[in-house]
């Protein structure tokens, strides 16, 4: 089992295919998911199961990758210290300001698919309210939030873990969906503003519910009380950096669906 422990979920699951659906049980979603190299004892630890979930997803997947051997003792993937379910995983008041940023930036993109649908990207006023979008996405979303991220908060935890990757990949990605969005404003691409600007979206969207659901429960259980504490001072630090950016930004979001209500 060791072996298995150490591969790729997508090899694991490319092997033995039911494995993904035991873990789809367990609201680990590793089958849609575009990555999916992490290693399987790492989505085991980073989905932090109840040690009772664990045991017996554990003991499932044992029993189809080794069918013909008698079910083996438990096998300790994570530590076993008390921890609390998945469902209720409490949120510090730095993890708190990051759940929170989301919510503004899951307002924006909601409102993506209203704003370009009657795009006119040749009149002021069209190019103007995009550019006003691409400014909250570059200077709040992304100098703003995802700084702390990368900045900040990933720096407590290894870089070399597929997971922390992933995450610092969907940004640039992010960034790249950004650059292009001004680029097809600037040619009066209005399909190329949509295409891109719905991507960013999408991405988005995914990236954050993996923050939420996943990456932001299982840092909070690593990270000690003073670690949690110093996260919350360089967090704020960041924000006086911006002065008073989360109230404005959060004022352009409440014209915006004012406006394409
Ligand atoms: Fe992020
Ligand atoms: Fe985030």
Redesign the pocket.
């Known amino acids: 089992m060791e072996t298995y422990l150490n591969q790729g979920i997508k090899d694991v699951i490319g092997q033995f295919p039911v494995v993904g659906d035991i873990l789809g049980e367990y609201d680990i979603g590793c089958v849609p998911c575009a990555v999916g190299s992490c290693l399987l004892k790492d989505i085991i630890s980073i989905h932090g199961l109840s040690q009772d979930d664990e045991r017996s997803l554990m003991a499932r997947i044992s029993g189809v990758i080794y069918p013909d051997q008698a079910p083996a003792a438990p096998i300790p993937v994570t530590e076993t210290k008390p921890r609390p379910a998945a469902e209720t995983p409490g949120c510090s008041p730095p993890m708190q300001k990051l759940v929170n940023e989301h919510v503004l930036i899951m307002r924006l993109i909601a409102l993506i698919p209203r704003i370009t649908e009657n795009l006119d990207v040749q009149s002021k006023e069209g190019r103007q309210l995009i550019m006003e979008g691409v400014d909250f996405i570059r200077t709040f979303a992304d100098r703003c939030?995802?700084a702390k991220?990368e900045d900040i908060l990933l720096e407590y935890f290894d870089g070399t873990m597929d997971i922390i990757k992933t995450?610092r990949e969907?940004?640039q990605t992010g960034r790249a969906h950004v650059r292009a969005t001004v680029e097809a404003l600037e040619a009066g691409d209005k399909a190329a503003v949509r295409q891109h600007l719905a991507a960013y979206g999408e991405l988005l969207t995914e990236?954050?519910a993996k923050?939420d659901r996943i990456l932001y429960p299982w840092m909070e259980r690593q990270l000690s009380a003073p670690q949690i504490e110093e996260l919350f001072a360089r967090f704020s630090e960041k924000d006086d950096e911006f002065g008073d950016a989360a109230v404005r930004y959060e004022a352009l979001i409440d014209r915006l669906e004012r406006e394409f209500a």
């Open positions: 939030h995802h991220e995450i969907d940004h990236h954050i923050e």
